[in-house]
Every structure is written in structure tokens, then in C-alpha cells.
Nanobody, 120 residues
């Protein structure tokens, strides 16, 4: 199972760090992706960290503002979100797959989601 946490209310320009903790399996053997779903919109791929070489990938909308990292010893992946904008408001989900995909249906495990609200 995956457990996403760290969401909350933040002002525009602020920062949050999301965590994705695994139980029952080792995250180190999986690529971990972050997705988000904004109100009334389709699910959107945000970022992914590969397991094999640690490569990271970002959607254009978050590149330069978000950073994905993993701590295999803690069985946790993080998404550091800086310079947050109102359009980043969404429920954020983490997911695990054997490789990085931008398509959510390729991921095997999903967390329950954590709400991020960016508003003044």
C-alpha cells in the first residue's frame, strides 16, 4: 500500500512537501509517479522518479518548481513543491510502477491522495 500525506492550504508562492510512504513492499524496486486531479479536470501526470538510475521527469507545468526525490531507506518518496500557484490546487496521488509512465493505467499501486489548496 501507498500512503500520501503532506497536503494542506498554502498561499500562492508558498511551498509544501508531499510524502509517499510504502508498506508491504520496497519502493526501491519501483518507479514512483505523482499525479494530480484538479476539480472538474482529468487526472494529470506530474512527475516520476525511476528506480534503476534515479532519473527524474516532470510535466512542463511544474518543471523548475517541483522536485521529486526518494529515500529508499525510509521507503518514502517526496515531492517538494515550491512557488505554488492557484492552478496547482488538486488532489495529489502517488503511484508505483516498474518504470516511469505518464499514463496512470500503467501504475500498479496507488495511494489515497492528499489535497493541496493554493489560495490567498
Amino acid at each position: 500500500q501507498l500512503q500520501a500525506s503532506g497536503g494542506g492550504l498554502v498561499q500562492p508562492g508558498g511551498s509544501l512537501r508531499l510524502s509517499c510512504a510504502a508498506s508491504g513492499f520496497a519502493l526501491g524496486g519501483y518507479a514512483i509517479g505523482w499525479f494530480r486531479r484538479a476539480p472538474g479536470k482529468e487526472r494529470e501526470w506530474v512527475s516520476c522518479a525511476r528506480s534503476s538510475d534515479g532519473s527524474t521527469y516532470y510535466a512542463d507545468s511544474v518543471r523548475g518548481r517541483f522536485t521529486i526525490s526518494r529515500d529508499n531507506a525510509k521507503n518514502t518518496v517526496y515531492l517538494q513543491m515550491n512557488s505554488l500557484k492557484p492552478e496547482d490546487t488538486a488532489v495529489y496521488y502517488c503511484a508505483a510502477a516498474l518504470k516511469c509512465w505518464v499514463v496512470g493505467t500503467e501504475y500498479e499501486y496507488w495511494g489515497q491522495g492528499t489535497l493541496v489548496t493554493v489560495s490567498s
